[in-house]
């Protein structure tokens, strides 16, 4: 086959070379070297250009809120819910400490501790994120009901803090709850547009936590690429539909102070600049969904499959109206359709930041075990997520194709200043 000659920027048509070849060709021999847009004049290893503050694809880690909430949704996520298993506070908060200073060097694209040649011990970073890039990286770190008290037993002196909202989510009418896959004491959720930075996030902090914590369920997530989407559409959900148009604007400070962030007087005030994210692990039956014919897939949702426009409209942004009827006088979008559910009458709203997965097959069924991490931040989860999902759980069309299987709740912290930690406000 002829090999397909590239262009580049300019239009020139360029030789294929290969990134060995490109390395070679200019005369450099280290790993880690990237080519800047002004072509080889501009070659700066990763480390001289984060000295030059150039690096585009590095997410701030300290700040007023912690990042990985109303940061735009990178394209892989790992996250990990993990159990406490050390009864000392003191313990806890050297944790603390320990995770907010190794999340500020990976974010920043760093390996962790200093770099050893010592031979006789194994070295302080795992190295799978060597030589990558930062990846917009960032690690976002949560505290369950149980870790504020568990069987009625106040490990860590926190009892009295825990904030009435942050509780247990209610059994909701066909949820399938496997407990392997609900709760925890802590979470870390860890988004990069690479794999491999985002797991090599957690698994350090696992490690920093040896003796301390162990890792009750972990989930992948993905989306497409953006680099398989340059535009940045909305993301489309293992059903092939847009997944995502409707969501409060994270560039709006009034939106996010509105629906997202704790503000004082809502609770406890080391949650102020905190959120509560909750999470649903939400088996997705593509194959049933396969085989339903486009008319009903789209009455599911209320949407048109190809635009994302609302049912009757042209395109994805068009005003929703759900009262809108044909010329027979009947509803345009249905009653019982996932959008005219979950938009009830529009006030309550949620930042939603999910993820698909996909772990194999099942292999009772031989079908695949795949569907959405389904994440939502908010202020106010009675207000918000709870009796959105009570609509949804009762009437929603879509239940005939998902199954809730997990669940968790987290209030995730408030950020952290350069000098303190994530958990300060709460250990203080
Ligand atoms: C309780 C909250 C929600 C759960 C659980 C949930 C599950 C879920 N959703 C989709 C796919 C779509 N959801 C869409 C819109 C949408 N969903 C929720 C809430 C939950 N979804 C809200 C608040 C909204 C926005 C409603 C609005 O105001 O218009 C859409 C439509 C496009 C969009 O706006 O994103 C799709 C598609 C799946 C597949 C799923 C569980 C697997
Ligand atoms: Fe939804």
């Known amino acids: 086959m002829k090999e397909h000659t590239p262009k580049d920027e300019t239009g020139l048509f ?3 070379v290969s990134r060995r070849n490109m390395l070679k060709t200019a005369g450099v021999g280290g790993i880690g070297v990237v080519i800047g847009a002004s072509g080889f004049g501009g ?9 030059k503050g150039q690096t585009k694809d590095i997410v701030p880690f300290y700040g007023a809120y912690q990042a990985g909430i109303t940061t735009e949704a990178q394209d892989n996520l790992y996250f990990a819910s993990l159990q406490v298993t050390t009864d000392k506070r003191s313990d806890l908060i050297q944790l603390f400490k320990d995770w907010t200073e190794a999340a500020a060097q990976m974010t920043a694209g760093k390996l962790i501790g200093e770099a050893s040649l010592n031979k006789n011990m194994p070295p302080k970073d795992t190295g799978e994120a060597k030589e990558l890039s930062p990846s917009n ?8 009901p149980s870790l504020f008290s568990k069987e009625g037993k106040d490990r860590f002196g926190l009892k009295s803090k825990r904030p009435p909202e942050l509780k247990d989510l209610p059994k909701f009418p066909l949820d399938a709850l496997d407990d392997e896959w609900c709760g925890g004491d802590i979470c870390i959720q860890a988004c990069a547009d690479d794999l491999q930075v985002a797991f090599h996030a957690v698994r350090n902090l696992v490690r920093i936590g040896r003796g301390k914590t162990i890792i009750h369920w972990a989930q992948t997530g993905f989306q497409r690429t953006k680099q398989a989407d340059s535009q940045k559409t909305t993301p489309r959900n293992l059903f092939g539909f847009k997944d995502g148009t409707v969501n409060p604007d994270t560039n709006d400070n009034n939106e996010m102070n509105e629906h997202v962030w ?28 396969d085989r339903t014919i486009l008319k009903e897939q789209e009455n599911t949702f209320g949407r048109h499959r190809d635009s994302g426009a609302p049912l009757g409209m042209k395109n994805e942004f068009d005003t929703v109206d759900l009262e809108a009827k044909d010329p027979s006088g009947n509803r ?5 359709s996932h959008m005219s559910l979950s938009r009830g009458d529009g006030k309550a709203k949620i930042l939603r930041r ?3 997965y996909a772990d194999g097959m099942d292999p009772k069924t031989g079908s695949f075990n795949a569907g959405l991490l389904f994440i939502c931040f908010q202020r106010n989860p009675s207000k918000q997520f709870i009796p959105i999902q009570e609509r949804l759980a009762k009437n929603d069309k879509l239940n005939e194709y998902i199954v809730h299987r997990g669940s968790a709740m987290f209030a995730c912290l ?4 350069k000098g303190g930690y994530i958990g300060d406000s709460l250990f203080g």
């Open 14 to 16: 360029t030789k294929k």
């Open 262 to 289: 704790v503000r004082a007087g809502d609770g406890p005030d080391w949650l102020v600049g905190g959120s509560y994210m909750v999470v649903r692990r939400i088996q997705m039956y593509i194959e049933v969904w």
């Open 414 to 417: 408030p950020g952290a200043k």
């Open 332 to 336: 345009i979008i249905p009653e019982d």
């Open 137 to 144: 990286l960032t690690i976002t770190f949560g505290v369950g």
């Open 354 to 356: 999910s993820y698909s």
């Open 43 to 51: 070659l700066l290893t990763l480390s001289e250009q984060r000295a």
